[in-house]
Each structure stands twice: as structure tokens, then as C-alpha cells.
């Protein structure tokens, strides 16, 4: 157990060094990394659960708006310019702030569920799921750094969660390194470093690839009505779904990092639902299937989104 | 003194004036109009505009001059963008237009909406513009007109000072006009805002703007369809 605060710090360190919200690729991804992983998941024991942030009846314009500028010599008039700035930037992000705590409250109900989604669970339930059928992605994966010695890259994840008001989607927003085990000793240090606080000659840890993993899953989207039958995410299947969103995140990375450089194809507008919410965004689209779109998005992120299904009239062809 | 009461009742009375002009309010369509498959009816759409940018509440000459230096990165990425797919709706108005069995007449000549001759008969959803000419010229009983003034990035301002997070803004108008009795049988703004989703300061790509860019031209899409022939 004495290891996890040395392990909280060595994924501090890296999360903090590629906090970037553009994807990167250090150098290109080595062969030897097709076959087997060793995962660890940044927060411990709390994984991130937040509510979902809809900007659409929401108007950006706080600040204040008039001033009257003091005009005795130049001093006073750029003081009064700049406590107007200070002023408008402080009511702007004192409204966010109210914003994102009014979007957070209904999880309230869902605390119990979300305090059973540990890293843990999700580790646990993922390399069960790779170990139960015959994966698409040939990859093993265990728990955790101390096991490198049988894997041959490391994944540091860094999952969170989005659910909508209507509590008929999850999103999963899972923050991924893949690091050469030779690499492994320097987190190591890194992590020992940040909890000296001391000093920081040696160098951070460098990850062969990182981005940002994020995948939408609409429980009751038919066409765009959402029903008050639908499926809605509640404390019975919370933990079965993050867990399922976990899985596919990581696949999602495991499939699609070799193909980063090959991606820069001519943007898109791809539309899909969150919910009822109708959403745009631009990327360029890596994978289309009968109900779901995967792309890469403008930050570099790899996204999959939900379409209306055409499923049963493929098969039907 | 008399005279120079009157001059300035003269020099101010234009001022009032301007402040009298009744706006348009929307007049809802009728969708019973697109039963009648015996009319023609004219479609012309206006070039889409150039991509601007706006900075409102700049008040002042030097607040002028600031403002679009602190708005500039963001107002020069945006020019960079396509409204190609806000132009196609032209093409996929007609299409659906033609689907309900519409007689349509395309108009393909460039006019200046605003150098029309006014209307000289006022009142209630009456056109302050005189369209019955191109009844004549085009042998149509009805013109829709789908006219988009502004495609750009916009800032509010209180001075020197930004009010608030930078914005994509579509706005326009969009009526159906009938020619014989020079009324509106629709008349709707089109106006368009739309935010960042979260972040927007992400220099020099700017990834939330410009997915709010394309947003706003899907919006703005969704608006002129289902607002004429999405019923």
C-alpha cells in the first residue's frame, strides 16, 4: 500500500507534462509495442464524475459593462482601465464558476454508485474483458507498472466522466500515455522528485504517444427523441458503464494510435446528438460504421460519436 | 430667437424621425401556401457575405483601435474558414421546394435588395419594398428571398474592455413576398450566436471557435429549412 502515494506522484508529474490539449507523437510508435501493456489509471480511488455543460442557453456576456474612465493624467485613466478589466474578468468567471456548480448538483443522487468506481474496478473489468474473448486488439494488459517486466509499454489513463442532466448519456474523457517501459525508472524518479519537492534537475518522463480518448454513449437516443421509456443512466448500471466506456477507450487508443500521422486529411463537419442536444464539430473522420463515427478532432483528440443507426438497413442489403 | 428655435427643430426633427421606423415583426408561414401547386413562385438567395468581424461597445475612437487589436487573432482565423456549407443551402432549399411540387422560377440575377424602390402603401406586414415588379419580370406570384447580411466573429466590448467570451454570429432574414398584393406570407430573422463550448483561448487554431463557426452555419441551416419547408 505504500507504494500508491509514490505512484500518485510519478502520474502527477506526467499528467502535468502533457497537459497539452493537443495530441502528440514524440517519435513513431516501435514494433514491440503491439503486444502486450502494463496500465495504471492516474486517480486512485476518485474517479472524476461531473455534470455535462450545455452551452446552449448559455450566454457568455457577464463583465460590466459601462465605466466611467478617470481622466486627471494618464496614470489614473490606465488604473481605471485596468480595475474595469480585473472587475469584468472577475464577475465572467465567478458566473463559469456558478455555471459548472449548478451543472454538478443532480450527481448528487449518484454519489454512492460513483464512489464504487475505482481505478480498481475499472482495471479489473478491462483486462477481464481482454481476457474473455478473442480481442480484436492483441494486446494482454496488467495492472500495474510494477508488473513491466512481462509488458512492453506502459499506459497511464487518466479517465473522467460527463453525464447530461437528462441522464440519458455518459461521456468518457480518458487522458492516455504510452511510455516505453525504459521509461519507467525515470517516472519512477519523477514521482519520487515531486514528493521531495526538492530538486528537479532530472529530466520528466517523455511518453512515446499521448492523447485524449473520448467516447459518447447515448442509452436512450432513437432517432432525436429521447422518451420518457428510454434508458437512462442510474446508480443500478453507473458502474457497468463507466466501466464499458473504460474498455472502449482504451481499444480506441490501442486501434487508432498507429494511424496519428496519416490523419491529416481535409476536416469535416460531423453532426451527432449528446442526449437531445444536437452537436457539431469538425474533424477528420477516421471510422464510419452503421451508428457511429470515430474522428479526429481539431485538438487531436480521437472521438466516437453516436449516429442515427442504419444498422438493420445494412443488414437488410 | 423664433429662427433659431425653428432651424433647430429643422436640424433635429430628421433625428426623431429615424427613431420612428416600425420594424418588421416575424409573420409566421403558412404552410397551406405550398399547397397551391398552381403558382409560381420565385427563390432567390443573396450571395453569402464575406466573413467579417465586430467588435460592439468600443465606443471611442482609441476603444475602436483596441478592441480590434485585442480581437484581431481571433477575427483573422475565422476569415480563414469556409461558408461553403452555409452556400449549399441553396441548392437543398430548391431541392425540397421542388419535392412539395413547387413551380419554381430560380433567380439567378444579381440584385441589390436594398436599391429596390420603397413601397408606397404602408401598414400591417405590407413589404416597405416594392416587389411586384418582379412578378412582372419573372412571371411569379410569390418571390421568397433568403438574405444573410453577417457571417462572423464577434466581441462585445465596454470600452477598452472585452464584455464577455468572442462569439460566431449569423444573423439575416429570410420572407416570402406575394407579388400582387405586396405583403409578407413570411417574414423571419435569422440570428445566429454561438459560444465556444468551454474554451475558446486556443491560439492560433482556436478549436472551440471554430467548431462554434460551423455550428452556427448548421444552425443557421436548420433555421431556414424547417422554417419553410420542413412541415
Redesign the interface.
Known amino acids: 500500500m505504500s507504494k500508491f502515494p509514490l505512484l500518485f506522484s510519478c502520474i502527477a508529474v506526467v499528467f502535468s507534462s502533457c497537459g497539452s490539449?493537443v495530441a502528440t507523437k514524440e517519435e513513431s510508435i516501435p514494433k514491440e509495442f503491439v503486444d502486450a501493456y502494463s496500465l495504471t489509471i492516474a486517480d486512485e480511488n476518485n474517479i472524476n464524475y461531473s455534470g455535462y455543460?450545455n452551452?446552449d442557453n448559455?450566454?457568455?456576456?457577464?463583465?460590466?459593462?459601462?465605466?466611467m474612465?478617470s481622466g486627471y493624467n494618464a496614470g489614473s485613466f490606465l488604473a481605471t482601465?485596468l480595475a474595469?478589466?480585473m472587475v469584468?474578468k472577475s464577475v465572467?468567471a465567478k458566473k463559469k464558476r456558478k455555471f459548472k456548480a449548478e451543472s454538478d448538483e443532480f450527481l448528487s443522487v449518484y454519489e454512492s454508485s460513483i464512489n464504487t468506481v475505482t481505478s480498481g474496478f475499472l482495471t479489473a473489468n478491462f483486462i477481464e474483458s481482454l481476457e474473455g474473448e478473442n480481442s480484436s486488439v492483441p494486446v494482454s494488459v496488467v495492472p500495474s507498472m510494477e508488473a513491466h517486466q512481462i509488458g512492453k509499454g506502459h499506459i497511464l489513463s487518466q479517465p473522467s466522466f460527463v453525464v447530461t442532466q437528462d441522464v440519458t448519456t455518459i461521456i468518457i474523457s480518458n487522458r492516455v500515455a504510452l511510455f516505453n517501459h525504459g521509461e519507467l525508472g525515470v517516472l519512477k524518479a519523477a514521482g519520487e522528485r515531486k514528493k521531495r519537492k526538492g530538486s528537479s534537475s532530472s529530466r520528466t518522463p517523455k511518453p512515446v504517444y499521448s492523447n485524449t480518448m473520448v467516447i459518447i454513449n447515448n442509452l436512450a437516443t432513437e432517432g432525436d427523441v429521447v422518451g420518457d421509456n428510454a434508458v437512462r443512466v442510474g446508480n443500478d448500471n453507473l458502474g457497468a458503464l463507466s466501466s464499458e466506456l473504460f474498455d472502449q477507450s482504451l481499444r480506441l487508443m490501442l486501434t487508432n494510435m498507429d494511424a496519428q500521422d496519416d490523419v491529416d486529411g481535409k476536416a469535416e463537419?460531423i453532426?451527432f446528438h449528446i442526449g437531445s442536444n444536437?452537436?457539431?464539430?469538425?474533424g477528420v473522420v477516421l471510422e464510419k460504421t452503421c451508428d457511429r463515427v470515430v474522428f479526429k478532432?481539431?485538438?487531436g483528440w480521437i472521438k466516437s460519436v453516436p449516429q442515427e443507426s442504419q444498422c438493420s438497413e445494412q443488414a437488410q442489403l | 430667437m423664433k429662427r433659431v428655435l425653428s432651424l433647430f427643430l429643422v436640424l433635429t426633427l430628421p433625428l426623431f424621425v429615424g427613431c420612428a421606423v416600425t420594424p418588421q415583426y416575424n409573420v409566421s408561414f403558412d404552410e397551406q401556401v405550398w399547397e397551391n401547386k398552381e403558382q409560381k413562385v420565385g427563390v432567390y438567395v443573396s450571395a453569402i457575405p464575406k466573413i467579417r468581424s465586430q467588435v460592439p461597445g468600443a465606443g471611442c475612437l482609441l476603444c475602436l483601435a483596441t478592441a480590434s487589436a485585442i480581437h484581431a487573432p481571433i477575427a483573422k482565423h475565422i476569415k480563414t474558414q469556409s461558408t461553403e456549407d452555409l452556400q449549399s443551402v441553396k441548392a437543398e432549399l430548391i431541392a425540397k421546394l421542388r419535392d412539395k411540387g413547387m413551380d419554381l422560377v430560380v433567380i439567378e440575377d444579381e440584385i441589390d435588395l436594398r436599391k429596390i424602390k420603397n413601397n408606397k402603401v404602408k401598414g400591417e406586414n405590407v413589404a416597405k419594398k416594392d416587389y411586384s415588379a418582379f412578378g412582372t419580370k419573372y412571371g411569379i406570384d410569390r418571390l421568397f428571398v433568403l438574405d444573410i447580411t453577417y457571417v462572423g466573429s464577434v466581441r462585445n466590448f465596454a470600452n477598452y474592455i472585452p464584455v464577455g467570451d468572442p462569439f460566431v454570429s449569423i444573423s439575416g432574414t429570410m420572407y416570402l413576398v406575394n407579388t400582387t398584393t405586396n405583403t409578407y406570407e413570411m417574414y423571419e430573422a435569422i440570428n445566429i450566436q454561438k459560444f465556444a463550448e468551454g474554451k475558446w483561448k486556443e491560439a492560433p487554431n482556436y478549436p472551440g471557435l471554430t467548431n462554434a463557426f460551423y455550428t452556427a452555419i448548421e444552425l443557421a441551416k436548420d433555421d431556414i429549412l424547417d422554417l419553410t419547408v420542413g412541415y
Open positions: 490539449t455543460l452551452y448559455y450566454s457568455n456576456q457577464a463583465g460590466v459593462n459601462g465605466a474612465y482601465v474595469h478589466a469584468s465572467d463537419t453532426k444536437f452537436r457539431v464539430e469538425r478532432t481539431l485538438r
